[in-house]
């Protein structure tokens, strides 16, 4: 299974990023997705960074495998779950 997270509605709101990431994260173990694409967008990477942190965090990154960046386009990134 896969999910699709788009961050482009909400790029200006903080907060409601940290929660939208937080919550495909947390649907993606409870429906053991095995991957989850994150679309922020190509702009000025700012947003792109600001994923990056969060997914970088101790407690998020104890919760999924590995990250790739899409090679041919940099405004999509891809989080990839191991469920046991």
């Given at each position: 299974m896969k999910l699709k997270l788009d961050l482009h509605p909400?790029?200006?709101r903080g907060g409601?990023?940290?929660?939208?990431?937080?919550?495909?994260v947390d649907e993606a173990i409870r429906k053991r997705?095995?991957?989850v694409e994150i679309i922020p967008g190509k702009g000025s990477g700012q947003l792109?960074?600001?994923?990056l942190r969060f997914l970088e965090q101790k407690e998020i990154k104890a919760l999924y495998h590995r990250i790739d960046?899409?090679?041919k386009n940099h405004g999509?990134?891809?989080v990839y779950f191991?469920?046991?």
């Open positions: 909400i790029y200006n409601e990023i940290d929660k939208a990431l937080r919550d495909v997705a095995t991957e792109k960074k600001k994923v960046k899409d090679s999509r990134l891809f191991r469920h046991k």
